[in-house]
């Protein structure tokens, strides 16, 4: 099945190049976020499980769940890393291909045997009304005119599909929240050194969390980049949350 259309894509760094960078900062630029992703790339997947102690498991199948698809439908894993989050979505029956802008993180789950594709958020490499439900997951924080991402992620889901964005959010209790955000800045650091291949990527990684909109901005943001019945919902005590939308019909 080709999905793929001549829209032009990103200029990603040429495989083999080294760049000497080991985190982003907080204005995006998308080299530097795809370099840092390449950095973290090896062990990616174990540091976010030891990070969340076991959450993102868990998470992964929310997500899942929340976009309601099954068998036959097409599913766009946008920012999906090393496809493990696609691998979770392929078992609802679904056929999903993973895209991201880090070859790094694409080529460390090459043994995943979905389909990848290198793209720009904000100019994805696909025709109109492809997809019956797009989703991104811990990514849409990493782009930097993530209106013009979710208008993206609109202009290829047919209309009526769905969207589920499930990112790092506000706590809900506010001891709880002052409590997380001190690990954070703290602890998170620490612990990354410990287990990730890069572990200063891990500061930007509190950072842009700290940074990041609380849940009704953004499903206000999402709301107007064209999207239609916004809601959320919180996941462990909403340190996640996954807003779930859908594209207007015609």
Not at 117 to 133: H, I, Q, S, Y
Not at 138 to 167: D, K, Q
Request: one cysteine or more; glycine letters at 8%; charged letters at 20%.
């Amino acid at each position: 099945m080709t999905v793929c259309n001549a829209r032009p894509g990103p200029a990603f760094p040429v495989p083999g190049t080294v760049i000497l960078m080991s985190r982003a900062t907080l204005d995006k630029d998308p080299r530097e976020v795809a370099s840092m992703f390449d950095g973290v790339a090896r062990r990616y997947d174990v540091t976010n499980t030891v990070l969340s102690m076991g959450q993102d498991r868990y998470w992964r199948r929310a997500t899942r769940k929340a976009l309601g698809i099954g068998a036959g439908e097409k599913v766009l894993d946008l920012a999906a890393g090393t496809a493990v989050s696609t691998v979770e979505l392929g078992t609802s029956g679904a056929w999903c291909v993973a895209a991201d802008f880090s070859v790094g993180m694409l080529t460390a789950g090459q043994a995943r045997k979905v389909p990848k594709v290198a793209a720009d958020g904000t100019r994805l490499p696909f025709g109109d009304n492809v997809f019956d439900a797009v989703t991104i997951s811990f990514g849409l924080r990493n782009i930097a005119n993530r209106g013009e991402a979710l208008r993206e992620m609109a202009r290829v889901t047919r209309p009526g599909g769905r969207l589920v964005v499930c990112e790092f959010s506000t706590p809900t209790n506010r001891l709880f929240a002052t409590v997380y955000k001190e690990y954070l800045m703290q602890a998170l650091p620490r612990v990354a050194r410990a287990v990730s291949s890069n572990p200063d990527a891990y500061v930007y990684l509190a950072e842009s969390i700290r940074a990041w909109p609380d849940q009704a901005e953004l499903a206000h943001q999402i709301a107007g980049a064209g999207w239609s019945a916004v809601r959320w919902r919180n996941l462990t005590g909403g340190i996640v949350a996954l807003h779930a939308a859908y594209k207007p019909q015609r």
